[in-house]
């Protein structure tokens, strides 16, 4: 049986390195951002990790899948249809790989980020396949496939 990695933990109150916003995304202000990943997955398709930003207004376009928990302070999100929210400490919010959202910053936001790349429409076939299998030979419905939890 494979020993399973031992648990991890982590503190947003760490220090947070500098995260220079894209110059070409700064539409006002000096928006200075800050970072620190807390976690990264075996695989590298996921992490965690916690971000500020001062005040600013910027777009952000995403790359990979990204789900928000904002800790402190608050932000206007506009989408790409020109819906605006303000979104506060205590709300999520989801940015599918290939969204886009204009950010205002007034004073300051702190989010917690999980973010996780898309994994082939293939390799995500095989991985159900090998799950089937595996509870198939084990002879067990509740049994989780080593490796795939």
């Known amino acids: 049986m494979?020993?399973?990695?031992?648990?991890?933990?982590?503190?947003?109150t760490d220090t947070l390195g500098a995260r220079p916003i894209r110059p070409a995304w700064?539409?006002?202000g000096q928006?200075?951002?800050?970072?620190r990943t807390l976690f990264t997955s075996a695989d590298g398709t996921a992490s965690m990790l916690v971000w500020e930003c001062t005040a600013g207004r910027f777009n952000w376009?995403?790359?990979?899948d990204e789900s928000v928990y904002?800790?402190?302070?608050?932000?206007?999100?506009?989408?790409?249809?020109?819906?605006?929210?303000?979104?506060?400490?205590g709300d999520t919010v989801f940015f599918p790989a290939g969204s886009h959202?204009?950010?205002?910053?007034?004073?300051y936001v702190k989010k917690v980020a999980f973010l996780r790349s898309t994994v082939p429409a293939p390799v995500v076939v095989g991985i159900r396949v090998f799950r089937r299998l595996w509870r198939l030979l084990s002879g067990s419905r509740n049994e989780?496939?080593?490796?795939?939890?």
Do not use: H
Not at 2 to 12: D, W
Not at 31 to 35: D, H, I
Not at 144 to 149: L, Q, R, V
């Open 2 to 12: 494979a020993i399973r990695p031992p648990i991890e933990f982590g503190c947003i």
């Open 26 to 28: 700064i539409l006002e």
């Open 31 to 35: 928006p200075m951002a800050r970072s």
């Open 61 to 64: 376009f995403y790359a990979i």
């Open 70 to 89: 904002v800790v402190e302070g608050s932000v206007q999100l506009k989408d790409s249809t020109g819906n605006c929210r303000l979104v506060t400490a």
């Open 101 to 107: 959202a204009e950010w205002t910053v007034e004073k």
């Open 144 to 149: 989780s496939a080593p490796m795939f939890g």
